[in-house]
């Protein structure tokens, strides 16, 4: 005697409930997952840029000031590079096709 474990072939769902190219609506998991992303690309983004401004401050012996001109150089690019890991979080959570 064998049986199914489980149902074979796709599950009724109605076309109508879920569009396929509509973006989720933001949910608590959606939100989350955007956050846990997010938080862990720029953790990444900032030491790189912090190790990197220390190492050519160090090589270059700047003081105070040249410190804070390279780091102030350093934000624009890491700046840029945040938001747009933003964007594409925000994307890849909301894409029906991930979830």
């Known amino acids: ?5 489980a149902i074979s072939g796709p599950l009724p769902v109605s076309q109508d409930t879920i569009p396929s190219n509509q973006p989720l609506p933001y949910t608590l998991p959606i939100i989350i997952g955007i956050a846990g992303m997010v938080l862990f690309i720029l953790s990444q983004m900032l030491v ?6 220390w190492a ?8 105070l000031i040249g ?11 890491v700046g840029f590079g945040s938001w747009k890991v933003l964007l594409m979080a925000i994307e890849a ?7």
């Open 1 to 5: 005697m064998s049986h199914k474990a």
């Open 48 to 53: 790189v840029a912090g190790a990197a401004v």
């Open 56 to 63: 050519i401050g160090g090589y270059f012996h700047f003081h």
């Open 67 to 77: 410190f804070a001109v390279l780091a102030a150089i350093a934000s624009l690019p």
């Open 93 to 99: 959570e909301r894409d029906p096709a991930n979830n």
